[in-house]
């Protein structure tokens, strides 16, 4: 049985009952490495060997935990005591950290089996790395989780962690077609992940679909609840749910907005209860408040970089840290009061929805490695610090997922994963359909 | 002159104008560690040379901003590329950070002299370090920040920089008698800072009192506007004070009381309109609140601890670690959603006033080194979010202060700030006739 294509949620039941060894599932996903990573590039380290012995360690071993013998990818801003971890920046070239990340340290005592360090952009920002979109090698895989996204979709791996300070998990995943989660602000443990942005830096996660992802998050987060229910009659049950096209609507592409419309009328039919959400005038400001925020908190953030290895960090980064400089405090403070005002309305915007469903991204992967991708429909929404799910709403004129995202009130993960969950598999059913 | 007894402000004064050299400042601190180190035990590590070696290049360079030549007590939980960082605990002996944490990077650029790394508690928990109180061997500086707040009130620096996640700032500098200043969530930048409790950790300041506080505050968070305006009317005008007397008055002793009081009366008669405010009964539940919060998400945060060094730190930690392993999420998330809603009607709490001003400790220092005082007048102003700064109100049994805080707003810290110099000069101005 090729293992490697099912989702976690099932290779985890084989490996919890023994009818599928840790050892073999790992060689699965090691052989699926030799066959896609010299073109896709999405591991900067892989622990070959490690991972075969830790497999065997644990086929001897008594079940450790959910995660038992499945295995992980991770971004390459998280500390690992037994990889180095480079951020994907000669700044760090060889720097080998003292500590594990405290989710990766959580996941490694349920029994996950650490595959690797993903690429990432240069430290969690814009630059590239080279990794390339699995499904079409052309366009970029998106950005900064560009080789957790890519490691998912290319099934190298059960689970990538990653992180999200703009749109770096969610748009990479729905450029990719596979499941991100950015979840509530401070829901996951940051300890051990490098920052960016403190106000909005998010760990986030990667898996094939809504279930798998919330299977990880429940454990990474040691929060059972986020599982998805196992009554098929709950998960059954209909969402309400908000159309919203947001103020960066005139941002996406026209492939885009037939998916959205699309979409709409699919889980209309589908029997959702949907309504057309119109958010408040103050929202408008949102965009560029966000990006106040982040580039006044990383060019303090990265004040040791500027100081020091100002040389070994790429010209663009660089000069966009030191742009970073001119935000004035007066400024920044302006941007994060508009956001805690804007935080405070959204559950009445959201009324008796479940959650919202508004475009992931502009359009579908851009063609290019050079690009990460417009993250404008992201922005908003790590700002306002509730969850958000990527799911597949439709394919562009190269044939690459348009991704939506469905999002929800702040910790209110549970309920947005569930509502997710059912808008995934609608959509999907529908997909399916037309490209039959 | 004695340069150490000095405000930084008016050492900064001299070293801006060439008048005092930055050569003959840094002699003068080590010269006070000199003196006092050997009884307070304020230090982890002193970079002697290394600062003397600072001194020289910034008298022979141009002035590099408003630090330069001041003095640096560095909590050592704080990343520093030049010298050791162990947080206070054996499982980090020796341990060799390879940048500076953010704010340590924006000092340094801007003239600081970093003197040395300051005692903590055990990875600025509870578990303390031999540091004793200057004012007062017999008795505890109070802790996390023990170390900082000890080497303000020795004289032997300009400033240092705290954490606090439950009252690791506000404590220890009411105890020791100086300024502690605890900004809003977020508003310093945390890379390069040794993670706690995510939703609650915030970078803190140490310094003589609150012009020189926030002095520093600008400068770390490259925010001009937290300094005190220079103009003298804007400072004297008195502010509009609430008197809170918070739902854990009942956890504060005698002298607690009567010095709260006595301050209350002071306050009125020189000129403040003091309200008298009740919190909401939702208040109620926020000290257990904030207690769920910290002890879930430390839990979660020391995971790699617990799996690789569990034997290296202290029996008591470790137990209190592993009891955070038995909140619940939903516990977890009840807890956060209090603490949310609570910040929402914050601001209508206060009403015309500019800032709270509440017991900062439960008494004096207690006497001993082993137990760094009650938290418990601090944990519900952490989780509030916004800013608070310590003042002296009166003394207790033993000769040693009795700290009340003045809170404000939530990104409201320059406001806050202002009204708690008014209130500390005016406190100040009644406990000097006092004594005299």
Redesign the interface.
């Given at each position: 049985m090729a293992w490697h294509k099912e989702t976690a949620f099932d290779a985890a039941r084989a490996l919890q009952n023994r009818s599928l060894s840790a050892e073999h599932y790992v060689a699965a996903c090691l052989e699926r490495i030799d066959a896609r990573e010299p073109e896709v590039r999405a591991f900067a380290h892989i622990n070959r060997e490690g991972s075969l012995q830790r497999a065997r360690e644990l086929d001897r071993q008594a079940i450790q935990g959910a995660m038992h013998g499945l295995t992980l990818g991770i971004k390459d801003v998280f500390d690992t005591?037994d990889m180095p971890t480079e951020g994907g920046s000669r700044a760090?070239a060889g720097?080998q950290p003292?500590?594990?990340?405290?989710?990766?340290?959580?996941l490694?005592?349920t029994g996950a089996v650490m595959l690797g360090k993903t690429v990432t952009t240069e430290l969690a920002t814009f630059p590239t790395n080279g990794t390339r979109n699995p499904l079409h090698l052309d366009h970029t895989p998106g950005g900064s989780s560009s080789g957790s996204a890519a490691a998912v979709a290319a099934q190298m791996v059960s689970f990538a962690t990653g992180t999200q300070t703009m749109g770096s998990t969610i748009r990479p995943s729905g450029y990719c077609g596979v499941t991100g989660y950015k979840p509530s602000y401070?829901l996951m443990?940051?300890?051990?992940v490098?920052?960016n942005a403190?106000?909005c830096d998010t760990v986030g996660l990667v898996a094939r679909d809504v279930r798998d992802v919330a299977f990880f998050a429940a454990e990474m987060?040691?929060?059972?609840?986020?599982r998805l229910p196992e009554d098929p009659a709950l998960l059954a049950r209909a969402p309400t749910l908000g159309l919203c096209r947001t103020w960066e609507w005139e941002r996406t592409d026209e492939a885009m907005r037939a998916a959205f419309e699309d979409s709409g009328r699919t889980l209309s039919a589908a029997g959702a209860r949907v309504r057309e959400i119109v958010l408040p005038e103050a929202f408008k400001g949102l965009l560029q408040a966000h990006t106040t925020v982040v580039h006044f908190?990383m060019s303090?953030?990265?004040?040791?970089?500027?100081?020091?290895q100002s040389g070994l960090i790429r010209p663009a980064l660089l000069e966009r840290t030191l742009k970073g400089?001119e935000v004035t405090?007066?400024q920044?403070?302006q941007a994060?009061?508009l956001a805690?005002r804007c935080r405070?309305m959204f559950p009445d915007v959201l009324g008796d929805c479940d959650a919202l469903v508004v475009p992931a991204a502009t359009g579908e992967a851009p063609r290019g490695q050079d690009y990460s991708g417009d993250t404008s429909m992201n922005q908003v929404w790590t700002l306002m610090h509730g969850p958000a799910i990527s799911v597949t709403g439709g394919y562009g004129p190269c044939g690459l997922p348009l991704a939506l995202q469905v999002v929800g009130r702040?910790?209110d993960d549970a309920r947005t994963l569930k509502a997710a969950h059912w808008v995934h598999l609608h959509l999907q059913a529908r997909l399916a359909r037309l490209r039959s």
């Open positions: 005591f760090f720097h003292v500590q594990d990340a405290a989710v990766i340290a959580t490694r005592r401070n443990p940051r300890r051990g490098w920052a403190d106000s987060a040691r929060y059972p609840a986020l908190e303090r953030g990265f004040a040791d970089v500027l100081e020091r400089l405090g007066e920044y403070q994060q009061t805690r405070q702040i910790d």
